[in-house]
């Protein structure tokens, strides 16, 4: 066996980027995701999952060749091909749907949460390894109910977490509505070219952006006046209006559906809003909090599973990180503290168990925690050896339990109840403690 | 972007030894987590979790450099040392305890759920990527205590699975115990030979290991006579009787702490496990279904803490695959269907929303299945075009929700309750839904 040495003090860190997760971060991860599960299992979707690693190949596919050099690849040999740890999901959801498409549901609805991995050099609020929430619907002919629906499941984790209207906006955009109004602009042809330097369009000085619009012949007057004409129409079908003729029907549709839904006060179209994966090709979203940072985003890709070898199939998501919300939910003072987690995941101890000193009660102990865990009790001990009797109960009520046990006898206990601080007036045979401290009604 | 050509099928499939979960599979997977994760919150463990891939030599310090082969590696340019995905946990949890020993509680009681990822050529119940649930106890002072905690917590997760003492043994043995016997039946010096020799008897053809047994000065007779009296002992301790004078101590206080849990009848001293990893110390023990298939193993690692620049630490634990668990229950037929699945993990619809058929009705859909939702509902609704309300109804029946709702107009629903399959005697105002149909308690 080695020894440690100097040599291993890189050894024994997690490497950049990537994280430990002691009981306390664990527990403020698992709040997250467990916000993140109910309000999909809530609005109907079924979990799904795939490998950690897929076929190299398989990324290439969707993002192009550029994409290898952010990923994690490795070889085996023997003539396997390369792998690659997952950058996202959605190509393995286009795998799944693609498979399987003919006996799939229309709408599909999945979900999935796990991590993923890109191998770009660790900078502040980057890292290497995180944890990512996708929604998805696939299949669903009703375009803008669908692109509602991914977007109302988006907002109820974020309103299940205590965030409103003032902490975050939904900018949404439609990339056929720009489509359409670049090529009533004057940019013939495949939009692509206008869509990318839109996108780019808040990084570049505002000559050089107008330059390179002339050169695709683009009236940029012209097309913002479209744009902020087809955002007037969505803000008044928010709002309520009944829009005859709309000049950009699948955005005035899907506010529509926003305002049944009751979301109006989330939303807002903004044209600049393009987002740079060459795959969307309708409806786009962010999720914008205190006006910069994107929380999520996501949008409508009709040729991925196709791509994928499946049926043409529309289809609808969106993905958000574990890092900008956390940051986020901290600085709004939204993420409660360890004790409520606790309690919000059902991780407070039901009962701590402790011997009151005497050698009868000590000899009492394992026996009575392995009886109240038998019968579904979360139980805790003390393990300490001291037989102050007061430090122990400071043990107990440290631990977030219900109720503290304390061992009298190899015979008795007195049960003393920490949430209301008051003990009960008899003492308990311990044979019957596991019926008397009966389980919570939700266990 | 790129058409699917015949070359990309490979692609479009799970690399070998992969799984894909769609939702019915990944509900099974949930429900065996699940039931991990409660076990050991029952048993007073903390979750933990680190990195998916360490530093290559991270795995090395604690097994050598021959687990090279059997790693996922992979490198990244500009001098940054090689990584590996986790084959195992242990070595992240060594590493997570070394760093943080001073502040850490005494002892600590950590578990760990999540995937491990082994290289080897795939083959029948050998994954590549695979589930894996550790329990871990380190600090503990009274040994034979802890060691049967460990033991306690991988039977009530056995157990609450359904699985019974006809079904598995936890065979348990000292590697303590065998190298006190191994030296008073003339083996001398470094005991490795001897536990070496003895992993591999059940392989080899008995003259070949006595052939060997005896190259290594070991009086075999005396040596199976020495255990076959530890067991003895271990026995009649499960069984209630005090053993004075105990050959092996250790054996018989670990068989003493069992009985006064209760798991007598799980547990049997069989000399012949010793598990091959070389860094176990003291007790190890195997879960073995039917006579042969291991379910789950671990045991005691007294010096692994401080190989990763930790204080010599006491250490005690396990691991259990998801593969052979589910393999196990599958076939003793306790793998709930998925009906019953859904409803242990809470993903039962609580309401099912359709219209009778009328464009008023038609009209409320989404509004009212958004603000069920919102009431934190788990509210599903049909998608499809038809209005037969028999073949909707049909439909909420087969989701498996508790309630589904029919709106008979844009102002008002009946209620169908499908646990009882009774309707509610009065139509109800939509607007009042949300109270009416109340979350379970448990929500």
Redesign the interface.
């Known amino acids: 066996?080695?020894?440690?040495s100097p040599t291993?003090k890189?050894?024994?860190?997690?490497?950049t980027g990537?994280?430990?997760?002691?009981?306390a971060d664990?527990?403020r991860?698992?709040f997250i995701e467990s916000a993140w599960r109910a309000a999909s299992?809530?609005?109907?979707f079924?979990?799904?999952?795939?490998?950690?690693?897929?076929?190299l190949?398989?990324y290439?596919?969707k993002s192009g060749d550029g994409i290898v050099s952010e990923l994690?690849?490795?070889s085996?040999s023997g003539g396997e091909?390369p792998?690659a740890?997952r950058p996202e999901f959605t190509p393995?959801l286009a795998?799944?749907f693609?498979?399987?498409a003919p006996q799939l549901p229309?709408?599909t609805k999945?979900f999935w949460q796990s991590?993923c991995?890109r191998?770009e050099r660790p900078q502040r609020g980057r890292l290497r390894?995180f944890l990512q929430w996708n929604c998805d619907i696939l299949g669903?002919e009703?375009r803008a109910?669908a692109d509602?629906e991914i977007i109302?499941v988006c907002v109820?984790l974020l309103?299940a977490l205590g965030l409103t209207p003032a902490d975050v906006t939904v900018k949404i955009n439609d990339r056929a509505a720009v489509a359409q109004a670049l090529a009533q602009a004057g940019l013939t042809g495949d939009p692509t070219p206008g869509l990318v330097l839109l996108d780019k369009r808040a990084k570049l000085p505002e000559p050089e952006f107008a330059r390179h619009a002339a050169a695709l012949g683009l009236d940029l007057a012209r097309f913002d006046g479209l744009m902020a004409h087809a955002a007037d129409q969505c803000r008044a079908a928010l709002a309520g209006h009944t829009i005859d003729n709309p000049a950009f029907a699948s955005l005035s549709a899907l506010a529509a559906?926003l305002r049944?839904?009751?979301?109006s006060a989330w939303c807002a179209v903004d044209p600049s809003i393009v987002r740079g994966l060459a795959y969307y090709t309708g409806m786009v979203f962010e999720v914008i909090a205190d006006g910069e940072r994107a929380v999520a985003g996501g949008g409508r890709y009709d040729?991925l599973v196709e791509?994928?070898?499946g049926p043409p199939t529309s289809a609808v998501g969106f993905g958000m990180g574990d890092v900008v919300l956390s940051l986020l939910l901290t600085e709004k003072k939204l993420m409660p503290d360890d004790r409520a987690i606790a309690r919000a995941l059902?991780?407070a101890?039901h009962a701590f168990v402790l011997p009151n000193g005497s050698p009868e009660a000590e000899s009492a102990l394992?026996?009575t925690v392995?009886?109240l865990?038998?019968a579904?009790?979360?139980?805790?001990?003390s393990?300490k050896t001291t037989r102050n009797v007061g430090k122990l109960l400071k043990e107990a009520a440290d631990s977030g339990a219900h109720f503290a046990v304390i061992l009298e006898s190899d015979q008795e206990a007195t049960v003393k109840d920490l949430s209301t601080n008051t003990q009960w007036p008899a003492r308990v045979p311990l044979a019957s403690l596991p019926t008397q401290l009966k389980p919570p009604?939700?266990a």
């Open positions: 066996m080695t020894t440690p291993h890189a050894t024994l860190q997690a490497p990537t994280r430990d997760f002691y009981p664990l527990a991860r698992r299992v809530r609005h109907g079924d979990e799904i999952d795939g490998p950690t690693f897929e076929h190949d398989l290439t596919i994690f690849s490795f085996r091909k792998y740890l393995t795998r799944l693609a498979a399987r229309r709408p999945w991590t991995f191998a390894e669903s009703d109910a509602a109302a109820d309103s559906n049944q839904m009751g979301l040729n791509l994928f070898g059902g991780l101890p394992v026996a392995a009886a865990r038998r579904g009790l979360h139980t805790r001990r393990y009604a939700s």
